[in-house]
């Protein structure tokens, strides 16, 4: 008997993935976690039946989110992570030698705990030493801090449920105050392909452009993600993603990506004509 994991994309479309078996299924207190393991992508994690990762595309969410950043500030030291209990915006970020601290603040314990035991693959750095765990929410935790970080990535899953919070006016704008006066915040923005999904797109980016005053979006290929196209929100007080790309410093680095490149980083910035009209319509 074969097995299929389906994801319901619109009320028209949904993506299935045969699965060999389940190797977790549990509920905390905020949402039902379930790890899979298929033939095709690997082992993958499921909140409340939409696809958080899988193992054979992580790499492209989790460098796109973290290396476009890490390119155009020239010093970060102190970095906010919300949400990523999955590990892996940790694991890009751990990469970096300059980086002093990381804050990850996390609502859900158990997703955390379960990443550790079923995606080590992801969840391989998570102790750093660099690194501390807040098991909270980030919306309340963000409150409380002022000029406290060069970076805020924020990894949040989708504009309901427990991330709600996390694409609110009030929390774009506790996420400026947090940064120091030339901080960067990077966040996952969704997808623009269907209409539902575009909407939230267009909200994200109309509170993130009154909040910052620079702006930009950028996109990367994900297959396992809905429609394949997404898109991710860079906003700054201070840095310009293109203009302050410094190519050099990072190449020299010597960091093996799969996906980031410096050449990829510019493209990503170049947006077709239907997103770009999509986001004109709330700047």
Known sequence: MEFWFSEIHT??????????????SGKSEFQRI?????PEFGRFLTLDGYMMLTEKDEFIYHEMI???PMAVHPKVRDVLVIGAGDGGVIRELTR???????????????VVEVCKKYLPQTACRLDDPRVSIHYEDGLKFIRSCKDCYDLIIVDSTDPFGPGEGLFTREFYGSCFKALREDGIMVNQHESPFYPEDALA?????????ESFPISRVYQAHIPTYPSGHWLFGFASKKYHPLKHLDETRWNMRG???RYYTTTLHKGAFYLPAYVEELLKDVE
Request: glycine share 0%.
């Open 255 to 257: 960091l093996k990506c």
């Open 11 to 24: 009320p028209n479309v949904k993506l299935s993935i045969r699965v060999d078996r389940q190797l977790y």
């Open 201 to 209: 797109c267009q909200r994200a980016h109309k509170r993130v452009v």
């Open 66 to 68: 973290t290396h476009v």
């Open 34 to 38: 379930d790890v899979f393991e298929s």
């Open 96 to 110: 970096y030698p300059e980086v002093e601290h990381i804050d990850m603040v996390e609502i859900d314990e158990l």
